[in-house]
């Protein structure tokens, strides 16, 4: 089947390896201030929550490409729990080749194709309109992580409640999946509301807590 299923793409799309994505956590603010407010505004459209995946259907992705202000939107084309099973039409394919998409076989077929911001509303619509059984999944995003405040002497209480150190930064903090009660005593807080790293500045992981 797969062997079937290359010859039928490599007629239909154009193959190429993909510009590489980002990894999981970024301090620059961009993904979380100009990435994920398109990603939220299309939540009704079959949103997946951001560290879930679906086996049951095909997802469309958005990851950001490394060391670039575009993002990568991967489409899936087999279903996740079957991986001999198409999950795609001929004429579904060839749209997507008309939109420049091309296809990379990272052990399943995805079509990926580079988007800047200003254009990246109108690629996920375009393809969430072709692929209706599609969920549109987060899973390497909105890679965002939340400063802490930790004094020295409480470093394991902290590692305890899943706190990290980042050597590069010099600050404490946790990615956002794994916040939980037990850091609300190391957040960096403004007003009541808990502040993302990429909003934070001048963290100190010597200071007491600010309460």
């Known amino acids: 089947m797969r062997h079937f ?64 202000n575009r993002v990568r939107i991967d489409v899936g084309l087999f279903f996740p729990n079957d991986p001999n099973r198409f999950a795609f039409s001929e004429e579904q394919v060839v749209s997507l080749a008309k939109m420049e998409f091309k296809v990379y076989w990272p052990g399943v077929p995805v ?50 409640y899943f706190a990290k150190w980042d050597p590069m930064t010099t600050n404490w903090y946790v990615p956002e999946c794994l916040w939980n009660d037990g850091l609300e005593q190391f957040a960096l807080r403004k007003g009541t509301e808990i502040i993302p790293a990429c909003h934070s500045s001048g963290a100190d992981s010597s200071s007491p807590p600010k309460r």
Not at 28 to 56: T, Y
Not at 150 to 155: A, L, T
Request: hydrophobic share 40%; net charge positive.
């Open 111 to 160: 079509a990926w194709k580079a988007f800047t911001v200003d254009d990246l509303l109108l690629g996920l619509t375009a393809v969430l309109d072709l692929f209706p059984g599609y969920r549109l999944e987060c899973r390497t995003g909105p890679d965002r992580r939340i400063d802490l405040r930790v004094p020295f002497d409480r470093n394991g209480e902290a590692k305890f």
């Open 5 to 68: 299923a290359f010859h039928t793409l490599q007629r239909l799309i154009p193959f190429a390896p993909p510009e590489v994505a980002q990894g999981d956590l970024e301090v620059d603010g961009f993904w979380l201030k100009s990435v994920w407010p398109i990603i939220q505004a299309l939540n009704e459209r079959r949103f997946l929550r951001e560290g879930r995946s679906s086996l049951e259907r095909p997802n469309v992705r958005p990851v950001r490409i490394a060391r670039t």
